[in-house]
């Protein structure tokens, strides 16, 4: 047939001259004897127009090969039926045209069918199955291009597209090319991710946003990912740090044992025996263990199989132990982990911790603040403590324990056994929970039961207003801060009214340690009798002068809360109080002076017996005997001379008393006529003459 239609086609320059020529000749013809009809048309459709002359006739040939696909209906050549190009791409019809003289002539007609985009692609297989292990190697086919390639019937080339269905499998299969359905991996598989997912691949007769009609095919592809043994054993428990859990860390074990003493039985570790697993689970290959490390005596031992801990012999050194433990996969050695064990050697606990108590009451009030005191039951001024004791200390006081509360998260217990709200309390009510008191060196444990009582703040009969610790150490930080203030406070008055005469006391003091205690006043004038003499006139002058301003204005120099004592002081003791300052300005001048004299010996072998009034001391085997009664000599008389001086020291000390209590009364506003009553008159040893001794004593009094 098909050859039949390539002649029929290359004959058709040819026909329609031939055509009309004869058509011409013998009374027919057509408009076109080679039309082109596209496929699927409906029933009825006009191939072609045909003129006859007159007494002419046209029919068509029953021996045409398509003869049924085609009707004269007057004067027009109609299709009976839709052609499809996908089955006839062309077709021949033979017309007869005849006379009533018998003529008989033919007329070819060929109809060419054009293509129209009518069919989808298709697959081969609509829903396919694919299992794919989770070590496959990136880039390697998942399904075959054959597997999936679509076919057109109108021929159109096939563009190809695919999506998943499953969220967070994105990215991981893709196929080689728009127009090569062949899809592989893209990037490796992970079973913690996912375990299956589902492909949908599309096929197109036009590229992704032709406006021209597209036909679409699909093909459903199911991958189910295997999981492989890619995995080393995890250590239990352990923590996941990522989210897709395909890295879990697990932490160490610790345990404990009696120092000089061997465990039968497996150890008890923190927070569990040792177990591994293989995390790829379905595969779950088995584990076996082994220490590896820090164990140098032999003293412990690890079943392979179970991974209990055991003991070969007793510990004699205090030191902990910190094992190395392998665990690896039986099938395969390089699959391992290791973890840490560290055993504590500890002394031997006879006794477990217990509680005195059974049952502890309390009571607490409803919103509270979170961390407030439990209170004791029928004491509320008492927080609720409770306390395990163990007989194996001699107070039956173990620092090692810690508390806490079993069952109950709206309540905390501290490391000393206080009581604590956790949250804030909203109804009444009676809360019974499980406290535990743990020995976190023996791991020994006791337990108790609390029950604390929830009450309205109206229901509480005492006074009393509780306070969280919070509230305390506010207040203490308040109280220390204004303590403070207070005593700066006070050292500032004291400084104030008692500065100025400890200041001269200790001036005072320090003047006579440098000086030697007295100077030689006669000595002195002697050697500037002028300036003396002319300071001692203007001294009097000053004092006089400052006593007489004094007397006129007392007022002023006293403080008004004074008053009644000031008047009641003589004048001369006002007057004294209000030239001290400038009598100890005049001294601090003739410290310093005197300081910067030369010091000079008042021992003299040598008598200046024409200066009357003269004072100097001699041995006494240097006196002369002529001077008769202008010299005095005292006699050396040993025992006697030691309890004078002891006298004369012990009468200075008390005068020096009597000074300082001067000075203090001075300070709050009372003074004295003159500090030279203080100075002791037995310092002249030797007078020149009677005269002289009594303007001495007049002098002094």
């Given at each position: 047939?098909?050859?039949?239609?390539?002649?029929?086609?290359?004959?058709l320059?040819?026909?329609?001259?031939?055509?009309?020529?004869?058509?011409?000749?013998?009374?027919?013809?057509v408009?076109?004897?080679?039309?082109?009809?596209?496929?699927?048309?409906?029933?009825?459709?006009?191939?072609?127009?045909?003129?006859?002359?007159?007494?002419?006739?046209?029919?068509?040939?029953?021996?045409?090969p398509?003869?049924?696909?085609?009707t004269?209906?007057?004067?027009?050549?109609?299709?009976?039926?839709?052609?499809d190009?996908?089955?006839?791409?062309?077709?021949?019809?033979?017309?007869?045209?005849q006379?009533?003289?018998?003529?008989?002539?033919?007329?070819?007609?060929?109809?060419?069918?054009?293509?129209?985009?009518?069919?989808p692609?298709?697959?081969?297989q609509?829903?396919?199955?694919?299992?794919v292990?989770?070590?496959?190697?990136?880039?390697?086919?998942?399904?075959?291009?054959?597997?999936?390639?679509?076919?057109?019937?109108?021929?159109?080339?096939?563009?190809?597209?695919?999506?998943?269905?499953?969220?967070?499998?994105?990215?991981?299969?893709?196929?080689?090319?728009?127009?090569?359905?062949?899809?592989?991996?893209?990037k490796?598989l992970?079973?913690?991710?996912?375990?299956?997912?589902?492909?949908?691949?599309y096929?197109?007769?036009r590229?992704v946003?032709?406006?021209?009609?597209?036909?679409?095919?699909?093909?459903?592809?199911?991958?189910?990912?295997?999981?492989?043994?890619?995995?080393?054993?995890?250590?239990?428990?352990?923590?996941?740090?990522?989210?897709?859990?395909?890295?879990?860390?697990?932490?160490?074990?610790?345990?404990?044992?009696?120092?000089?003493?061997?465990?039968t039985?497996?150890?008890?570790?923190?927070?569990?025996?040792i177990?591994?697993?293989?995390?790829?689970?379905t595969?779950?290959?088995?584990i076996r263990?082994?220490?590896?490390?820090?164990?140098?005596?032999?003293v412990?031992?690890?079943?392979?199989?179970?991974?209990?801990?055991?003991?070969?012999?007793?510990?004699?050194?205090?030191d902990?132990?910190?094992?190395?433990?392998?665990?690896?996969?039986?099938?395969?050695?390089?699959?391992?982990?290791?973890?840490?064990?560290?055993?504590?050697?500890?002394?031997k606990?006879?006794y477990?911790?217990?509680?005195?108590?059974?049952?502890y009451?309390?009571?607490?009030?409803?919103?509270?603040?979170?961390?407030?005191?439990?209170l004791?039951?029928?004491?509320?001024?008492?927080?609720?403590?409770?306390?395990?004791?163990?007989?194996?200390?001699p107070?039956?006081?173990?620092?090692?324990?810690?508390?806490?509360?079993?069952?109950?998260?709206?309540?905390?217990?501290t490391?000393?056994?206080?009581?604590?709200?956790?949250?804030?309390?909203?109804?009444?009510?009676?809360?019974?929970?499980?406290a535990?008191?743990?020995?976190?060196?023996?791991?020994?444990?006791?337990?108790t039961?609390?029950?604390?009582?929830?009450v309205?703040?109206?229901?509480?009969?005492?006074?009393e207003?509780?306070?969280?610790?919070?509230?305390?150490?506010?207040?203490?930080?308040?109280?220390?801060?204004?303590?403070?203030?207070?005593?700066?406070?006070?050292?500032?008055?004291?400084?104030?009214?008692?500065?100025?005469?400890?200041?001269h006391?200790?001036?005072?003091?320090?003047?006579?340690?440098?000086?030697?205690?007295?100077?030689?006043?006669?000595?002195?004038?002697?050697?500037?009798?002028?300036v003396?003499?002319?300071?001692?006139?203007?001294?009097?002058?000053?004092?006089?002068?400052?006593?007489?301003?004094a007397?006129?204005?007392?007022?002023?120099?006293?403080?008004?809360?004074?008053?009644?004592?000031?008047?009641?002081?003589?004048?001369?003791?006002?007057?004294?109080?209000?030239?001290?300052?400038?009598?100890?300005?005049?001294?601090?001048?003739?410290?310093?002076?005197e300081h910067?004299?030369?010091?000079?010996?008042?021992?003299?072998?040598?008598?200046?017996?024409?200066?009357?009034?003269?004072?100097?001391?001699?041995?006494?085997?240097?006196?002369?005997?002529?001077a008769g009664?202008?010299?005095e000599?005292?006699?050396?008389?040993?025992?006697d001379?030691?309890?004078?001086?002891?006298?004369?020291?012990?009468?200075?000390?008390?005068e020096?008393?009597?000074?300082?209590?001067?000075?203090?009364?001075?300070?709050?506003?009372?003074s004295?006529?003159?500090?030279s009553?203080?100075?002791?008159?037995?310092?002249?040893?030797?007078?020149?003459?009677?005269?002289?001794?009594?303007?001495?004593?007049?002098?002094?009094v």
């Amino acid at each position: 047939m098909a050859v039949s239609h390539w002649l029929l086609t290359s004959g058709l320059f040819l026909l329609p001259f031939m055509t009309r020529v004869s058509a011409q000749q013998q009374g027919c013809s057509v408009e076109n004897n080679n039309p082109s009809v596209y496929e699927n048309n409906p029933p009825g459709y006009v191939v072609t127009r045909i003129h006859t002359e007159p007494n002419f006739m046209v029919t068509i040939d029953p021996a045409s090969p398509d003869v049924s696909f085609f009707t004269i209906q007057g004067s027009e050549l109609q299709l009976t039926r839709s052609v499809d190009y996908e089955v006839d791409t062309v077709l021949l019809v033979y017309l007869i045209c005849q006379n009533s003289d018998l003529q008989v002539d033919s007329l070819q007609i060929v109809v060419t069918i054009l293509n129209v985009n009518d069919n989808p692609p298709v697959f081969k297989q609509t829903n396919l199955t694919e299992v794919v292990p989770e070590d496959t190697k990136v880039n390697a086919t998942i399904v075959a291009r054959q597997d999936l390639s679509a076919s057109d019937a109108d021929l159109d080339i096939i563009f190809y597209e695919l999506t998943t269905t499953v969220q967070g499998t994105d990215g991981y299969f893709a196929i080689k090319g728009v127009n090569n359905p062949e899809i592989y991996l893209q990037k490796s598989l992970d079973y913690e991710k996912f375990k299956l997912t589902t492909l949908l691949l599309y096929a197109r007769d036009r590229p992704v946003g032709s406006t021209d009609t597209t036909h679409t095919a699909t093909a459903t592809i199911n991958i189910f990912i295997e999981q492989a043994d890619t995995k080393p054993p995890w250590f239990l428990p352990c923590t996941f740090v990522n989210a897709e859990k395909s890295v879990c860390i697990s932490s160490p074990y610790t345990g404990r044992v009696n120092l000089s003493e061997m465990a039968t039985e497996p150890l008890t570790l923190e927070p569990g025996p040792i177990f591994a697993i293989d995390p790829d689970y379905t595969i779950n290959e088995k584990i076996r263990y082994s220490i590896v490390g820090g164990d140098t005596d032999k003293v412990f031992s690890v079943d392979a199989d179970t991974g209990n801990l055991t003991m070969n012999k007793a510990v004699t050194s205090p030191d902990s132990y910190l094992l190395q433990v392998m665990a690896t996969q039986a099938n395969n050695i390089q699959k391992y982990s290791v973890v840490s064990v560290e055993i504590k050697v500890i002394n031997k606990s006879v006794y477990p911790p217990y509680f005195e108590s059974r049952i502890y009451n309390g009571t607490v009030f409803v919103g509270l603040a979170p961390r407030s005191f439990v209170l004791q039951a029928g004491e509320p001024s008492s927080p609720l403590m409770i306390t395990a004791t163990d007989e194996d200390f001699p107070d039956k006081v173990n620092p090692n324990i810690e508390y806490y509360i079993k069952n109950s998260t709206d309540f905390i217990a501290t490391r000393d056994g206080l009581i604590l709200t956790n949250v804030v309390l909203q109804s009444p009510g009676k809360v019974a929970m499980e406290a535990v008191g743990k020995d976190m060196v023996s791991l020994q444990e006791a337990s108790t039961v609390i029950v604390v009582e929830v009450v309205l703040p109206a229901a509480v009969t005492s006074p009393e207003k509780t306070h969280t610790a919070q509230d305390m150490a506010i207040l203490g930080g308040t109280l220390a801060a204004l303590l403070l203030i207070a005593l700066v406070f006070l050292g500032v008055m004291i400084y104030k009214q008692y500065g100025k005469p400890v200041k001269h006391l200790l001036r005072k003091k320090t003047s006579k340690e440098i000086s030697g205690g007295y100077q030689n006043q006669s000595y002195e004038q002697e050697e500037h009798p002028d300036v003396n003499t002319k300071q001692h006139e203007t001294s009097e002058n000053d004092s006089v002068q400052l006593m007489t301003d004094a007397l006129e204005q007392p007022a002023l120099s006293l403080p008004s809360s004074n008053a009644e004592e000031t008047n009641g002081l003589p004048k001369a003791s006002i007057a004294s109080t209000i030239i001290f300052d400038q009598e100890e300005k005049e001294e601090e001048v003739k410290e310093e002076a005197e300081h910067e004299k030369e010091v000079k010996s008042i021992l003299k072998t040598d008598r200046h017996v024409t200066d009357d009034g003269y004072k100097a001391v001699w041995f006494k085997t240097d006196v002369d005997p002529d001077a008769g009664e202008r010299v005095e000599v005292i006699e050396d008389n040993g025992a006697d001379s030691d309890d004078d001086s002891d006298q004369d020291l012990q009468k200075n000390e008390e005068e020096e008393e009597d000074y300082d209590k001067d000075d203090h009364h001075r300070g709050l506003g009372i003074s004295f006529a003159s500090e030279s009553s203080s100075l002791p008159a037995a310092e002249e040893i030797v007078k020149m003459s009677p005269t002289d001794a009594v303007t001495e004593d007049d002098n002094d009094v």
